[in-house]
């Protein structure tokens, strides 16, 4: 796990002391080492810092090569099938130098090219640079689980894992992208490709990069098919097992310690269960919120499974005074960011990596064995009492209510177009983006019955671009690697495959047939327990103080950013609804603050 950074210039040569100074900006990803390639002719260089897990000798460094030179590349994540990997390429005469999950991939691409990514296991963001094919390649995971940005103009084109080391380029403007700014208003995110600065994009999950003589061409080389497999439960039963378990013992391979990041649900105490299965004696960590009202506090929860399968367990207790690490952790997420678990996330991962580099955890679980609410809320009347229901019915197609609406309310309770014009200044009126669900309409399959349509949609846009991000910046921001099994390619294939009706009979079972598998593994508790999530108790984090200091007298109204008397009439509301809108406009307050200056040094 580590930071990566690349750079291609047009016309002059690299400066190296702007490079190194753009590098260490990620320092937090990588602080075992540090590594830059520069190309011969000076365009060109790449640059990695190094969390050590795999291979911890000075063979596993990076930017690493082939043997001749021709191929260079700069990675971050972890490869689990690297070892089956090495061995085919070995037979296909490939030599290797290191232990390392890295020059797997090198090889790979010799062999295979860019189809190598389908045989790829893990999560990853990479950038190789092909000398022969004077091509930079681009690459990210399937579901987003590792980052990637990047930005070009007429003169140079920069990839890194962090927005920030790219701003540090004295040559990359800062220019908020007001469409942007209203998509995270809208989805506490904003969704990939664009980034909240104007001319720099995310490269999306699954997705491929391919930059050559100033020109990039990007597209998709994966996503999850929704075509069903015949399978009886008992058959789907048997296969998770196997599948589940393979996928752990392969997230358990390590050259340090790893341990778990323990909720007290059925996701993590599922992985507690298989790393128990695999006589890996793991230590688990748990965080609560010290407030009075028991919901948010799993910490018992935590401590029964940890009983069960004798894990040494620490515990993080979040206070109400979470505002005074705020200015830190908009450094770490480089852009606005809404999710408020980010708090918890962040202090967890601080308290984990006091004791190990590798944890694992379980995002992925609730997307993928449909454990939301919101999966089973789009009433059945609603679509029958329409003329599309009825049709749609007849067809055996799954009808689409009102684009999606239904999802967008029960997800989105935020700032729309209207809101954001009486919330924004006059001058910032033009660059309102009114139709923020294009992100979701572009990936909706209205054609696939629901919930899988929605757990489809979930897997797309909101796992990646806020819970992975979440996770990772958090981790991240500790130098800590967290690694999600439930997000193993062959398994996710294989549970999108399962008809419905077997995963989620009755049409309202969450999380039916991991519970199943799991009675009699896990504490009836645990394996019964209702979804609660990572939510933050809002209203023991907001009193008029904060209010009044950090967003009414904060600097987006002094500046003329926002207006005043929407943010005055909200908090005058005081119901649910104006709480969350007020968090994202503070939440927006600090970034702002934190990063629209032109140069803002590190994380302090």
């Not at 099938?81 to 090198?106: A, C, W």
């Not at 990939?192 to 104007?198: G, L, N, S, V, Y």
């Not at 609560?288 to 620490?314: I, K, Q, T």
């Not at 967003?551 to 926002?562: A, D, H, L, Q, W």
């Amino acid at each position: 796990m580590c930071g990566i950074l690349g750079q291609l210039c047009c016309q002059a040569p690299i400066d190296r002391v702007c490079f190194t100074a753009m590098l260490k900006t990620l320092t937090h990803r990588g602080p075992d080492g540090e590594g830059c390639y520069y190309f011969p002719e000076g365009t060109g260089a790449l640059g990695h810092r190094r969390l050590s897990i795999i291979d911890l000798s000075e063979n596993g460094m990076q930017p690493m090569t082939n043997e001749d030179g021709s191929i260079w590349i700069t990675f971050n994540g972890e490869i689990y099938n690297y070892r089956e990997l090495r061995e085919l390429l070995q037979t296909k005469g490939h030599r290797f130098m290191s232990q390392s999950d890295t020059e797997v991939i090198i090889h790979g691409y010799e062999q295979w090219g860019i189809r190598c990514l389908d045989r790829l296991r893990g999560m990853f963001a990479f950038g190789i640079w092909d000398a022969g094919e004077r091509q930079l390649v681009l690459a990210r995971d399937p579901f987003g689980i590792k980052p990637l940005y990047y930005y070009q103009d007429p003169d140079r084109f920069i990839f890194a894992s962090e927005l920030k080391a790219i701003v540090e380029h004295p040559q990359v403007p800062r220019s908020i992208d007001i469409a942007a700014l209203c998509d995270f208003f809208f989805h506490r995110y904003i969704p990939a490709p664009h980034t909240i600065w104007r001319g720099i994009c995310k490269l999306p999950p699954a997705s491929l990069l391919v930059y050559r003589d100033g020109v990039s061409t990007v597209s998709r080389y994966w996503a999850p098919a929704a075509a069903c497999v015949e399978r009886t439960e008992e058959q789907a039963l048997e296969e998770l097992d196997d599948l589940l378990a393979q996928s752990i013992k392969m997230h358990l391979v390590s050259d340090v310690p790893l341990g778990l990041l323990l909720s007290g649900g059925v996701d993590s105490s599922t992985i507690a269960y298989y790393m128990h299965r695999e006589g890996k004696k793991a230590t688990a960590f748990a965080a609560g919120f010290e407030v009075e009202d028991e919901w948010y506090n799993e910490l018992p929860d935590a401590r029964l499974v940890a009983d069960r399968f004798s894990m040494e367990l620490h515990e993080e207790m979040v206070k109400p005074d979470v505002w005074e690490i705020l200015p830190r952790l908009v450094w770490f997420y480089d852009e606005p960011f809404g999710d408020g678990s980010m708090f918890p996330s962040y202090l967890v991962s601080r308290l984990a990596r006091k004791y190990m580099k590798v944890a694992l955890g379980g995002e992925g679980g609730d997307e993928l064995f449909a454990g939301y609410n919101r999966y089973f809320d789009v009433p059945a009347s609603a679509q029958a009492d329409s003329w599309l229901g009825r049709v749609g019915t007849a067809l055996g197609v799954a009808p689409r209510v009102k684009e999606t609406v239904q999802y967008q309310q029960g997800m989105h309770p935020f700032l729309d177009g209207e809101s954001l014009r009486a919330l924004f200044h006059d001058d910032l009126h033009p660059g309102i983006r009114h139709h923020q669900e294009w992100f979701l309409d572009q990936h909706d399959q209205p054609r696939v019955a629901e919930p899988k349509r929605w757990q489809m949609l979930d897997l797309l846009t909101i796992l990646p671009e806020q819970y992975l991000t979440k996770v990772d910046r958090a981790s991240m921001a500790h130098s800590l690697e967290v690694r999600v099994p439930f997000l193993d390619k062959p398994l996710v294939e294989a549970v999108m495959r399962l008809p419905v009706e077997v995963y989620a009979p009755g049409g309202g079972q969450k999380k039916y047939l991991l519970r199943k598998l799991m009675r009699g593994k896990l504490p009836e508790r645990t394996v019964s327990k209702k979804k609660r999530g990572f939510s933050i108790p809002l209203h023991h984090f907001f009193n008029e103080q904060i209010l009044q200091d950090f967003i009414v007298e904060g600097e987006c109204v002094k500046s003329g950013f926002f207006r005043r008397a929407y943010i005055d009439n909200l908090a005058a509301q005081a119901n649910g609804r104006a709480l969350n809108r007020l968090w994202q406009i503070g939440l927006f307050e600090a970034w702002y603050k934190r990063w629209s200056g032109r140069r803002q040094g590190g994380a302090s």
